[in-house]
T-cell receptor
Framework: KQEVTQIPAALSVPEGENLVLNCSFT??????LQWFRQDPGKGLTSLLL?????REQTSGRLNASLDKSSGRSTLYIAASQPGDSATYLC???????????????FGKGTKLSVIP | GAVVSQHPSRVICKSGTSVKIECRSL??????MFWYRQFPKQSLMLMAT?????????EQGVEKDKFLINHASLTLSTLTVTSAHPEDSSFYIC?????????????FGEGSWLTVV
């Protein structure tokens, strides 16, 4: 059974700092890995999606890496801003094809607070 | 971009009653939708996969007679929590995919907070 772990559970940093969020998963047979942002009481916003054949993806100040063999991914946020404060979720897909590639196993998330 | 809408966003119901949560794809047709729930301080857990025109596929440990899923149209899936109990209080969220899309993008609704009193 796939298990996804995110460390740390919570993180507080001053504005402007660069930071790294960690995600690990136990079963390397994934189709892709995604990072989401969840704001309090709201739904999920997809930030980055890394296919299993890829090693990293970048979007603006965000960079996500994937090391499938070791079961690890990191989300790097550069020059953090107060608006980045949210819970960040890591999720891996269940299978390589069909509905399983869209069925996600989530970590518990890292709650990020960026202090002005 | 694609939009998935859930309704209601918050609902309070009495123990023993049933409550329905709707998940709509607003600007695309979704043959497959997914239902998750999240208990406080826990991760989102997949409950079931909803397929238009056929029965939903439930995850192990999820009672299909308690959590009724209907996907009667290409834009609407509903989750009905029957005979709700306080332990069913949770955050329920749906997701949908665009059939045939090469982007593997999954679109999530805003979620629904259910409180059973």
């Amino acid at each position: 059974k796939q298990e996804v772990t995110q460390i740390p559970a919570a993180l507080s940093v001053p504005e402007g700092e660069n930071l790294v969020l960690n995600c690990s998963f136990t079963d390397s047979a994934i189709y892709n890995l995604q990072w989401f942002r969840q704001d309090p009481g709201k739904g999920l916003t997809s930030l980055l999606l890394i296919q299993s054949s890829q090693r990293e993806q970048t979007s603006g100040r965000l960079n996500a890496s994937l090391d499938k063999s070791s079961g690890r991914s990191t989300l790097y946020i550069a020059a953090s801003q107060p608006g980045d404060s949210a819970t960040y979720l890591c999720a891996v897909s269940r299978a390589y094809s069909g509905a399983g590639s869209y069925q996600l196993t989530f970590g518990k998330g890292t709650k990020l607070s960026v202090i002005p | 971009g694609a939009v998935v809408s859930q309704h209601p966003s918050r609902v309070i119901c009495k123990s023993g009653t049933s409550v329905k949560i709707e998940c709509r794809s607003l600007d695309f047709q979704a043959t497959t939708m997914f239902w998750y729930r999240q208990f406080p301080k826990q991760s989102l857990m997949l409950m079931a996969t909803s397929n238009e025109g056929s029965k939903a596929t439930y995850e192990q440990g999820v009672e299909k007679d308690k959590f009724l899923i209907n996907h009667a149209s290409l834009t609407l899936s509903t989750l009905t929590v029957t005979s709700a109990h306080p332990e069913d209080s949770s955050f329920y969220i749906c997701s949908a995919i665009i059939p045939g899309s090469s982007e593997n993008t999954i679109y999530f609704g805003e979620g629904s907070w259910l409180t059973v009193v």
